[in-house]
Each structure stands twice: as C-alpha cells, then as structure tokens.
C-alpha cells in the first residue's frame, strides 16, 4: 500500500506486451503525430501569413490548431517513448503535468468550438452585425475568456485530484494520466471532493453543449431559408467543417463518460481514449481543408514556398 506523498511515479496502460507489437505501437503514432504537427502547423502558418485570411472565423481556426498541437503532444510523445524503451513509467510530476496540460487543452478547445459556434450563427442569421459583434477585440476577447477559464478550470482541478491520498497502488489504466483514473487509485472519501467539481464543469460544458446545439437549429433554419442553391451551398460549406469536428469531439468523449460500466473493458477504454485524444487532433486540419477552397489556396501558397526556398537554399549552397 502506498500513500500520494511517497508516490515517486505512475505506471501508465502498455498497448502491447510483445516487443514486436510496441515497435508497431511506436510507429503508427509516430505517423499519426507527425501527420497532425504537419497538418496543424500548415494551418497556422497559412492563417499567419495571407492577410485574406484574417478574419475571425480563421483567427478561431488557428487557436484550434494550436490547441490540437498542444494537446496531441502533451500525450503521445510519452506513449512512444515508452513503447520505444519498453517501459510504463512516468514521474509523480509528470503525471500532473500531463493531467493539468491535457485538460486545459482539451477544455479550452471546447469553449472554442462554443465560441465558433456563435460566429457562425452571427456570420449566417446577423451577417448585417457581424463587423460589430466579432470585431477583432471581441474576438480576441473571446478567445482570451476560453483559454483562461479552462486555465483555471484545470488547475483546479489538478490541484485538487493530486490532493487527495491515493494508496491503492500506482498503476493508471490508461496510456496517459487523466483524472478519473487517478481517482480510482484514492482510497478515501476526499475524491467526493473532486466529484463535486466534475458536477460543476460538468453543467458548464451542458450550457456550452446545449448552446452549439441551439446556434446551428437556428442556422439551418436560416440556410433552408436561402432562396438560391449556390447560397444554400456556400453557406452549408461554411458550417459543416466546424460541426464535423464538433460532432468528432462530442460523440467519442460522450460515449467515454456516459458508457454503462457493464461495457467497460480496459482494452474498450483504451480505443476510446484514442479516439477522442489522437484522432481529432489529426482528422481536424483535413476536416477544415477539404471543402474550404480560401484555405486550401493559401495551403498550396506556403507549401510553394516552403519548396522554392529550399531549392534556392539548396543551389546557393551548391554554388
């Protein structure tokens, strides 16, 4: 039996226990991560550099990006540093590390998703308004209320779960640390603690949840309304990216929460960690990029040149 305070390191969930499948483990998510730090750092660049593209709906855009970068990486660098070197530690502080990154992150990319929710309400049912309402302040003021009160959500959070004893040994059943696996390790009544602030993000995130939804009956009902096809279709185009990776976001994080424990598996909560912490990290830049001919213009702009400078770097070098 062990206590929080003599804890020195976690034993975090193995994807594999034969060598061969570990290497396997360690390059596909190899693949995954350098495939969303490619994808999300395009989008970053692309929005920093065409001033066409400064408007707010991008300006949300690249604070998304920014946030999956973040978050793909708070998790998967150590998961294949572990299949890699054969080994399921990570340190006390790296632990709360992880917990408090990952779910500042994941928080703040959901008050975002809210926040791009009400701008494309604002851009489709007041487009008379939207200079006035998403003026470049209130969009940086937006953003700014996202990212901090998931700051001081998480570090509430993480201060109180690494609070509370934990002396049912030091074996997490996930790849990474997150909260209610660390809880499960507690051994007193303090985690109720922790339960009532999960209550309480929990009714935040069901406004935020219940608000998305009512924003698109009402662009839907505005689009349907649209007398042409081809504004119909430009409108629609607009809209489905954003409610794609809602959709992505919402879907498997509910699943994961709302599961009946009859269904849970160790190997069923794994997948399903994947799912909602590796995928849309990786899936969102394509989502956004497909169907958006501004963004996919300026994606081929500094893929252009990117190349051309190298190619002038190379034959200057040669020279």
């Not at 009946?260 to 190997?267: F, Q, R």
Request: hydrophobic residues 50%.
């Amino acid at each position: 039996m062990s206590n929080s305070s003599s804890l020195n390191e976690f034993l975090l969930l193995a994807f594999a226990d034969s060598r061969e499948l570990q290497l396997l483990h360690f390059l596909l998510f190899l693949a995954i991560y350098l495939a969303a730090l490619l994808g999300n750092s395009l989008i970053i660049t692309a929005v920093a550099c065409d001033h066409h593209l400064h408007t707010p709906m991008y300006f949300f855009l690249l604070n998304l990006s920014v946030l999956d970068l973040g978050s793909i990486s708070t998790t998967v660098p150590k998961s294949m540093a572990n299949s890699l070197w054969d080994t399921r530690a990570i340190s006390y502080l790296g632990c709360a590390a992880q917990v408090f990154f990952f779910f500042f992150l994941f928080a703040s990319e959901f008050y975002l998703l809210t926040v791009m929710a009400y701008d494309r309400f604002v851009a489709i049912c007041r487009p008379l308004h939207y200079g006035t309402l998403m003026s470049n302040r209130a969009c940086v003021r937006m953003a700014a209320a996202a990212w901090a009160s998931a700051f001081l959500n998480a570090l509430l959070h993480t201060a109180n779960t690494f609070s509370i004893p934990l002396c049912l040994g030091n074996v997490v059943d996930q790849f990474f640390c997150e909260i209610p696996q660390i809880l499960k390790l507690s051994c007193s009544d303090s985690y109720l603690r922790e339960a009532g602030f999960v209550v309480v993000t929990s009714c935040l995130s069901l406004g935020c949840f219940i608000f998305i939804v009512l924003s698109y009956v009402q662009i839907f009902t505005a689009v349907l309304r649209i007398p042409s096809k081809q504004g119909r279709h430009k409108a629609f185009s607009m809209c489905l990216p954003h409610l794609a990776v809602v959709s992505l976001f919402l879907c498997t994080l509910m699943y994961a929460v709302l599961k009946p424990p009859s269904v849970s598996s160790p190997a069923l909560d794994l997948a399903l960690a994947v799912l909602y912490s590796v995928v849309p990290p990786t899936l969102n830049p394509l989502i956004y990029s497909m169907r958006n001919k501004e963004l996919k213009d300026a994606l081929r702009k500094v893929i252009s040149w990117t190349f051309f400078s190298r190619g002038n770097i190379a034959i200057a070098l040669h020279k």
